[in-house]
């Protein structure tokens, strides 16, 4: 098993940056992919990016040139810089673990989820 815990999330102005911070522990191992969703009220639930082991990345077409992530496989953590922010990008936002996918999909199985931070921008 791997339990994950996330850090970072607040109330930030439109324009303004977070970073967000996910450190796993446990079965640590076996993690492959990691990557960040969000929800936001009444909406599902979207991938906003995602890391596979060797560093390739990905990112929702909202998120491109303004969130950055990184993974840390010596710490066992990854983070998710977040630049520009707007109103829009509010939402609880989740790290997730794979341990058998190479790649992280919007439809992928995410066997492991962290408990959520909030982040809140204000306009």
């Known amino acids: 098993q791997v339990q994950l815990v996330e850090s970072g999330g607040g109330l930030v102005q439109a324009g303004g940056s977070l970073r967000l911070s996910c450190t796993a522990s446990?079965?640590?191992?076996?993690?492959?992919?990691t990557g960040w969703f969000r929800q936001a009220p009444g909406k599902a639930r979207e991938l906003v990016a995602s890391i596979t082991t060797g560093g390739r990345t990905s990112y929702q077409d909202s998120a491109k040139g303004r969130f950055t992530i990184s993974r840390d496989n010596a710490k066992n953590t990854w983070n998710l810089q977040m630049n520009s922010l707007k109103p829009e990008d509010t939402a609880v936002y989740y790290c997730?673990?794979?341990?058998?996918?190479?790649?992280?999909?919007?439809?992928?199985?995410?066997?492991?989820w962290g408990q959520g931070t909030q982040v809140t921008v204000s306009s």
């Open positions: 997730v673990a794979a341990d058998q996918s190479t790649f992280i999909l919007p439809g992928s199985f995410i066997p492991y």
């Open positions: 446990g079965d640590i191992y076996s993690i492959t992919a």
